[in-house]
């Protein structure tokens, strides 16, 4: 079985741009959720959803980002405009919500640079 | 206002000893902990947790302690094997919570 498919794995782009990633989450897992790793801050929290439906948007640093989830096997996260402070590693994850937080399972990420 | 902290960015490790990994917590409500383990170019994997009501959990070579009081979890790899080599986070949470709190993450090297 497919795991978490993050789109692109890698990208590179100039400050001002617009960036958008993307995820499908494992089939059947009813909650996404985004992460960003930094060195300074490790691995944050950006946003979740539980059906769907965002939860908690608490760790999205600013109104640059955005996220959507119009379906059960997709959702993005935007930045618009991009910054190089932006350039981090995003990572997707997909749970049941009904797992807890222990059964998060992460995809391989989405390494942005920002020049 | 890092809730989650992991204080030693790496670790170097000798094959077949023991390693340490070390994490401290701020935040009181906190009563669930894991550790995940990250290789390069993948995304972190679960590895093994811990609830507040334990104060030791093993699951073969790795054994996660917590002291409450000192609000300080370690993990203990032991023998220490070369596949052990990656980022190991510290993360927290409470029961039946979704949402998880991460440390920075220790890079351990085990060495032949």
């Known amino acids: 079985d497919a795991g978490v498919i993050q789109s692109p794995r890698h990208e590179v782009t100039e400050m001002g741009q617009e960036v958008t990633l993307r995820c499908k989450p494992i089939?059947?897992?009813?909650?996404l959720f985004w992460y960003r790793q930094t060195m300074m801050r490790g691995l944050e929290l950006l946003i979740y959803f539980n059906n769907n439906v965002p939860i908690d948007d608490s760790g999205m640093p600013e109104d640059r980002f955005s996220a959507k989830m119009p379906n059960a096997s997709f959702s993005t996260l935007k930045i618009q405009p991009s910054e190089p402070r932006d350039s981090a590693v995003y990572f997707c994850?997909?749970?049941?919500?009904?797992?807890?937080?222990?059964?998060?399972?992460f995809g391989p990420g989405t390494r942005l640079l920002v020049l | 206002d890092q809730q989650v902290k992991q204080n030693s960015p790496s670790l170097s490790v000798q094959e077949g000893r023991i390693s340490i990994l070390n994490c401290d917590y701020t935040n009181s409500m906190f009563d669930y902990f894991l550790w995940y383990k990250k290789y390069p170019a993948e995304g972190p994997t679960f590895l093994i947790s811990i609830s507040s009501i334990k104060d030791k959990n093993e699951d073969g070579r790795f054994t996660v302690f917590l002291n409450k009081s000192a609000k300080h979890l370690s993990l203990h790899i032991v023998p220490s094997q070369p596949g052990d080599s990656a980022v190991y986070f510290c993360a927290a949470s409470t029961q039946g919570a979704q949402k998880l709190v991460f440390g920075q993450g220790t890079r351990l090297t085990i060495n032949p």
């Open positions: 089939s059947g897992h009813n909650s």
């Open positions: 994850a997909s749970s049941l919500r009904a797992g807890g937080a222990g059964t998060q399972y």
